[in-house]
């Protein structure tokens, strides 16, 4: 069949007014589509919204920038509980015992030690020859700082030892120094053996009782009969003290467990 020119011109308009239909048919019914599941997502967050926050009820929240107020005053009050707890279970080294100056740690090694022998005079108790670190310290600071921290240790617990009327003083060896995993806290160890009277053990026990005030407790205790008024006691005394900069330069990098002979 033969169109005319005007019949052919109607045709290409109708089958284009087709196809144009057709179009818009697919991309409204894509339109729809999209629409309707923005609709069910904004309804899911508009009722997460509701759950978490509560507008209908402003009595039950707080203004952003009033909770982040709040949530700033609960962390410093924690902080705040943090140090005080440490201050008096963990307290810190006497500030002799926390120099980093290697004069400085030498002259507190060199009064100890004469502090430690007139102590043993007065009280005609016996010490044993080679108390550590007569030779000297270390010097690395990090090692150092292990040491004076020992130090520290075997001489208030000599202190006690003497002042509760021990008879004999047979051995003071230091221990391992342990840093814990947080790298917050270093504990050292010292096994010291004493011979002593009955009474005079009590009166250590009691002593080293005491000594939790500072920081240092007993982890082993063990006691021997030697006669019918005397008797052997060894025991392990820790101190637990907390890190800084100023007294262990090097522990939080190193995380390290410092050998007995340290």
């Not at 130090?151 to 840093?179: E, F, Q, S």
């Amino acid at each position: 069949m033969t169109l005319t020119p005007a019949q052919r011109t109607l045709a290409i308009w109708g089958g284009g007014t087709g196809a144009l239909l057709i179009v818009v048919l697919v991309i409204l019914a894509v339109r729809g589509s999209t629409e309707s599941d923005l609709d069910g997502e904004a309804q899911k967050l508009y009722a997460d919204y509701l759950r978490l926050y509560h507008p209908d009820k402003p009595s039950d929240g707080l203004p952003a920038a009033d909770a982040e107020r709040a949530l700033t005053q609960a962390q410093d009050m924690q902080l705040d509980a943090l140090n005080k707890a440490e201050s008096v279970l963990v307290p810190d080294l006497p500030r002799p015992y926390r120099t980093m100056d290697v004069n400085e740690a030498d002259a507190q090694v060199h009064a100890d030690y004469q502090a430690i022998h007139q102590l043993s005079q007065s009280h005609r108790i016996k010490l044993p020859e080679d108390l550590p670190f007569l030779s000297g310290l270390d010097q690395d600071p990090a090692r150092r700082s292990v040491q004076l921290a020992k130090l520290y240790l075997y001489r208030a617990v000599l202190d006690r030892c003497m002042d509760a009327g021990v008879h004999r003083i047979i051995n003071v060896l230091p221990g391992k120094a342990v840093l814990d995993p947080t790298s917050s806290y270093m504990q050292v160890s010292c096994v010291f053996t004493v011979d002593t009277h009955y009474e005079g053990g009590q009166a250590l026990l009691q002593e080293l009782l005491k000594a939790n005030a500072i920081g240092i407790g007993i982890s082993s205790l063990s006691i021997e009969k030697i006669s019918d008024v005397m008797q052997n006691m060894q025991f392990t005394a820790n101190l637990l003290y907390p890190v800084r900069s100023d007294n262990h330069p090097t522990a939080r990098a190193q995380g390290q467990t410092v050998s007995r002979g340290d």
